[in-house]
């Protein structure tokens, strides 16, 4: 299988020779512009929206831990407090 040539020159600075090909855009950049983020090439444009989406997960991942602590420490409160009141009403029966 034989790949197709790539344009020589940066999409964003076209005096610039390419460097490596955008994995989420498909489109050559220059060294300057070109990241390495676990071993694949991204462009800026492209790690800027990556980065915001892992961001955003983060932020949901933090939420939902909220939640689930909170949620927990109700259950937990209303057994405590079923448990108390159980234990009031055998000392109530054992006078």
């Known amino acids: ?8 020159t940066c999409i964003r600075h076209p005096s610039r020779a390419g460097f490596a090909l955008c994995m989420s855009c498909r489109q050559v950049v220059c060294q300057e512009c070109a990241t390495t983020w676990d071993g694949i090439n991204y462009c800026r ?4 929206a ?4 892992a961001k955003d997960r983060g932020r949901l991942r933090t939420a939902l831990n909220v939640a689930t602590v909170a949620a927990a420490s109700v ?3 209303a ?9 009031l009403a055998m000392v109530i029966d054992w006078r």
């Open 1 to 8: 299988m034989v790949l197709p040539a790539l344009p020589k």
């Open 45 to 48: 444009v492209c790690l800027a």
């Open 50 to 53: 990556k980065s915001a989406r």
């Open 75 to 77: 259950v937990l409160a």
């Open 79 to 87: 057994a405590a407090a079923r448990s108390m009141v159980w234990a």
